[in-house]
DNA sequence: ACTCATACGAAAATATCTTGCACTCAGCCC
DNA sequence: GGGCTGAGTGCAAGATATTTTCGTATGAGT
């Protein structure tokens, strides 16, 4: 890894292009380049500048969960016994490292991480609570929440300007 | 929009493509054909159909929310007083409307929406509730739980196989 | 065995991305 | 002012990538 992202400044033609970026991607840079009135290589050093400062993270396709047979999100708070630096990193690292946890969030509040996860099936998710949750003894309590309807999906991100 | 996402059959060439895109779409089709044993053309095609079909929903670049002043994530759960059709689809519809609310979903359990939202600042997100919530009468409680890491982001399906 | 539908690879045709170069415009120092 | 420097631009040419075309192979159904 190699990701330098050290801060930049943006200013209002990065932005625009930001806009487009995330919400396609494979718009070719001649057609960033009129709708924000740059050329393309300008819009396209532009780009390369805000990826290697780590303003843009990745470039990735967004695939339908249902289509691939993973029908059931489901959201999970997690609650701790004991909230010591190495074991909160301890529960990071074991949350990030299962492909079916989607995202992974260590918050303030009633719960101490918030989970999203991927799962074909409830037996999986029952499987993967026993060996996240239930196998692990730092985990005091968690509280499952199963989506019926992803109402709105992304990471877009709401832009100034 | 015309996307027609009936359902299509996926060969296991298809999830290695898919597993690769969902990495990094900006991966040339003939890397990728290296990758799967396939020529170029042959790897457009099932991208083509994968598209078509609503498999692959979107190609997006992922925004750093920190690097665009957007530094706080909230996780939100909302519980309603009635939930007949009609309130859940208006409420539905209000909250994927919002820019700053990044992710929905329609639960069961102990809520009855799960809200991600990304804001600026804390007051930005005081006046969000005053607007979302506290500005609509059906709904009864709400639960914030503010992020202190983004232990793990995506929307990476897990694939079979 | 024949036909049809589907999918493939090679190669040609397009389109896009990338780079080199000359230019402009601010800021800044003498 | 005069002249420098650095950042950023557009244009044009060259390098890559994508898309189309075309001929062929495979397998299912008749």
Redesign the pocket.
């Known amino acids: 890894m190699s990701k330098a992202s050290f801060a930049i400044t943006l200013d209002s ?1 990065d932005l625009a292009i930001l806009r487009i970026l995330q919400r396609d991607n494979s718009t ?4 960033i ?1 009129e709708a924000v ?6 819009v ?3 780009i ?2 805000m990826e290697e400062a780590g303003v843009i993270q990745a470039h990735v396709a967004i695939i339908d969960p249902i289509q691939v047979g993973q029908a059931i999100t489901i959201f999970v708070e997690v609650e701790v016994i004991s909230e010591t630096a190495d074991l909160i990193d301890a529960a990071k690292r074991e949350f990030a490292s299962v492909p079916e946890v989607q995202q992974c969030y260590y918050v303030t509040g009633e719960a101490d991480f918030v989970l999203v996860v991927v799962v074909p099936t409830m037996s999986a998710y029952e499987a993967l609570t026993r060996r996240l949750f239930f196998g692990n003894n730092n985990v005091k309590r968690f509280r499952t929440f199963v989506a019926m309807d992803r109402v709105k999906v992304g990471l877009a991100v709401p832009l100034p300007g």
């Open positions: 033609f070719p840079q001649r057609v380049g009135n740059l050329s393309a290589p300008a396209q050093r532009r390369r500048r």
